[in-house]
């Protein structure tokens, strides 16, 4: 639910700003707080204030998971289009010192989505992160579904599933140790390969409060897969499986 930090919302919010100025705008913001890994391989976890939102403007959407959008095609439930998100990046201190500093950086790429109705959706996304060192900008992508339904007294709930892929260039940033880097932190060299890095499970919760007003609640179940899994990184400093709680509180537009 909350992936975005305050600047980058704010970033993106800029983009909005003549969009957001018309009539037309329909969705979810709001503010709240999480407690999530600071960093892929899981080693160490945070608290930080984040901003949420769902907006939508004709065939343009700014979300907190999946960034700018804006569907070129849409049709019957079908829609292609572009997207840009925020790609977070990681600062090597703690027990990941000796590693490299990752920059945050840009994902730009395309999406395809089918959801003939407003609770159920299934989806790709296939980008590039952009920005940064070019060693470190990869193809990375995910697919995922996610279903919604009414749990009574107006409290809607719902479940998504998603798996995050990646090339070998992209999986190396985060799980990948040369071995300037293993001389550096103790931590045993790794080259990482390319394929899926980690299937999510969410189920979340959005509650009444008052008229247009709401509590959202989000926790996820992250499990590393693959050549990810099997990082030097992991295996010394992080965890396999993670978890990931969110609530805010967010108005929404009619």
Not at 44 to 68: E, K
Not at 103 to 121: C, K, L, M, N, V
Not at 206 to 219: D, F, K, R, V
């Amino acid at each position: 639910m909350c992936r975005m930090t305050t600047a980058v919302f704010a970033g993106l919010l800029g983009l909005w700003a003549g969009s957001a100025l018309a009539e037309g705008i329909t969705g979810d913001v709001g503010l709240g707080i999480s407690y999530q890994p600071r960093e892929p391989s899981g080693s160490r976890y945070q608290t930080l204030p984040v901003p949420y939102f769902d907006l939508d403007w004709g065939n343009v959407s700014l979300d907190t998971d999946d960034g700018l959008t804006w569907s070129a095609l849409n049709h019957n439930g079908l829609s292609v289009g572009p997207y840009l998100n925020y790609l977070p990046g990681r600062t090597a201190n703690g027990s990941l010192k000796g590693l490299r500093d990752v920059s945050d950086r840009a994902e730009a790429g395309g999406f395809i989505q089918y959801a003939p109705a407003d609770f159920w959706r299934i989806y790709a996304q296939l980008g590039r992160a952009v920005g940064g060192a070019r060693e470190r900008s990869g193809v990375l992508g995910k697919v995922g579904g996610e279903l919604g339904y009414p749990l009574g007294a107006g409290v809607i709930g719902s479940s998504g599933l998603v798996a995050h892929f990646a090339d070998a260039r992209q999986t190396q940033t985060f799980f990948g140790v040369d071995e300037h880097e293993a001389a550096a932190s103790g931590i045993r060299p790794y080259s990482a390969s390319a394929g899926f890095q980690n299937v999510t499970l969410t189920q979340s919760l959005q509650i009444p409060l008052a008229p247009n007003w709401s509590l959202l609640t989000s926790a996820s179940w992250v499990h590393l897969v693959g050549s990810a899994a099997d990082s030097s990184i992991v295996r010394q400093t992080g965890e396999v499986n993670q978890g990931q709680v969110q609530a805010a509180i967010s108005y929404t537009f009619n």
